[in-house]
């Protein structure tokens, strides 16, 4: 039901057919590279949190963790991320499948600058076995209810240096 509302909100921007559907699980950093033959960072993963009464999504490279002292400085609140109900409930897509795509009302979607260092990244498509190819200039242009760019997470090669 998911993947049907996304290829659909993805239709306004001409990239509906751009959609996959895998024959495995994508639903990990690790599945999707796996199904799509790609490097684990390219995978770009949408993780949920509560910031006060917002409801949150981050998507990030996904080699990235995020930082809790630079989540607090550019949200004002502690990280808490959604429990897989409420993610289901408050964004509109289960765990596995979570995207900025054809989101309920009341969630937004920032990107996180971890993207930026890809030509392309693959972002899930609502369900657990799909995903999408996009530059992170068209995941800009067509995330839904997009409020920006942050940089709320640390890459390994942030650790390493």
Not at 1 to 7: D, E, H, I, Q, T
Not at 62 to 67: E, F, N, P, S
Not at 77 to 85: D, G, I, N, Q, V
Not at 140 to 156: E, I, Y
């Amino acid at each position: 039901m998911a993947l049907k509302k996304v290829r659909e909100y993805l239709q306004q921007f001409d990239l509906a057919e751009r959609v996959r559907v895998l024959g495995q699980s994508s639903a990990t950093v690790e599945l999707a590279a796996q199904a799509l033959g790609c490097e684990p960072c390219r995978i770009a993963k949408t993780l949920s949190f509560r910031v006060g009464e917002r409801v949150v999504l981050v998507v990030c490279a996904g080699d990235a963790k995020v930082d809790n002292h630079k989540f607090k400085a550019f949200f004002g609140t502690k990280a808490k991320m959604l429990t897989a109900e409420e993610a289901e409930r408050l964004v509109g897509h289960a765990v596995g499948g979570v995207c900025p795509f054809a989101l309920n009302d009341g969630a937004e979607t920032w990107l996180d600058g971890s993207l930026r260092r890809f030509k392309t990244v693959f972002p899930a498509c609502g369900s657990s076995n799909s995903a999408i190819e996009l530059t992170p200039e068209e995941l800009a242009s067509c995330a839904d209810k997009f409020r920006g760019w942050a940089d709320v997470c640390k890459t390994a090669d942030d650790l390493s240096a």
